[in-house]
C-alpha cells in the first residue's frame, strides 16, 4: 500500500509565486472604512444546564439603531385649528343625522296617526251600519217570552 523506501529524492520543483491582482472599486470615490472600537470590553457570561455542564460565552446585545433627529414641535395654535375643524365636521355630520331622523320619527307618527283614524273610521262605520239594518226594532228572545206567556196565562 505505501511506496518502498528509495535511496532518490523527489523532483524539487520551484514555488510558484500568485501576486494577488487589485480589484478596481465600482464607486469612482468609496467611502473611507472607519474601524469601530468597541465601548467597553465584552462580559463572559457562563451558564450552567440541567445535566451539569457549563455553557461559557459573550452576551450579545442586540443591534439598536441610530436615534432619529428630533421631528420640529407642531404649534398648539395648528394643533386646536385642526381639533376645531375635526369638530366641525363632525357636528355638520351629527346635524345631517339628527334631521334626518327628526324627519323618520314625524313620517312614522303621521302614519299612525292616518292608521288609527282608519281603525276609528271603520269601527264608527260598522257600529252606524249595523244599527240601521234592524230599522228601529228592539230584539225579543223568544223562549223566556213564551215561558213568560204561559207562566202568566198557564
Known sequence: MYPEHTDRTPAVRAPEVHQPTPLTPTAPYPAPLVPVQPHAVPTVASIVLPDGRVVTG????????EP??????VSRAAVNIALGGIGF??????????????AALAAFIHQLIILAAVIFGGWVAVQVFSAS??????????RKAVIKRSHFHG
Open 133 to 142: 239594518g234592524h230599522r228601529g226594532g228592539t230584539t225579543v228572545n223568544i
Open 89 to 102: 365636521a363632525a357636528v355638520c355630520g351629527g346635524l345631517a343625522l339628527l334631521t334626518a331622523f327628526v
Open 58 to 65: 459573550y452576551a450579545i446585545e442586540p443591534a439598536r439603531p
Open 68 to 73: 432619529v433627529a428630533a421631528k420640529p414641535a
